[in-house]
């Protein structure tokens, strides 16, 4: 089993900034690739930033410029560092984890419970 746990969200006004966290833990292998994901009331769920183990990283359009993800591979942790926030960028935010269990490498995918980010304009 592999949890996923976010932290950090919550309420700011246009123009601010909020760090999201997310700690991956269990019987980890190694993780592969980390991602934030969002999704707004009446929306799909969509992809904001991904960044592999390497550190290759890859952005949707609407957040480029103002998104900056990083992770510590040492802690299994991932970073959304998000300035110059906007109304639409509301919504709960979710972290992925993939990788590989110490359990004869069983592969994982999993998701944590999700932060809401409100941005108020």
């Known amino acids: 089993q592999v949890q996923v746990v976010e932290s950090g969200g919550g309420l700011v006004q246009a123009g601010g900034s909020l760090r999201l966290s997310c700690a991956a833990s269990?019987?980890?292998?190694?993780?592969?690739?980390m991602g934030w994901y969002r999704q707004a009331p009446g929306k799909q769920r969509e992809l904001v930033a991904i960044?592999?183990?390497?550190?290759?990283?890859n952005y949707a359009d609407s957040v480029k410029g103002r998104f900056t993800i990083s992770r510590d591979n040492a802690k299994n942790t991932v970073y959304l560092q998000m300035n110059n926030l906007k109304p639409e960028d509301t919504a709960v935010y979710y972290c992925?984890?993939?990788?590989?269990?110490?359990?004869?490498?069983?592969?994982?995918?999993?998701w944590g419970q999700g932060t809401q980010v409100t941005v108020s304009s």
């Open positions: 960044i592999t183990s390497s550190g290759s990283t």
């Open positions: 269990g019987s980890i292998f190694g993780i592969n690739d």
């Open positions: 992925n984890a993939e990788g590989y269990t110490r359990y004869r490498f069983t592969a994982f995918d999993s």
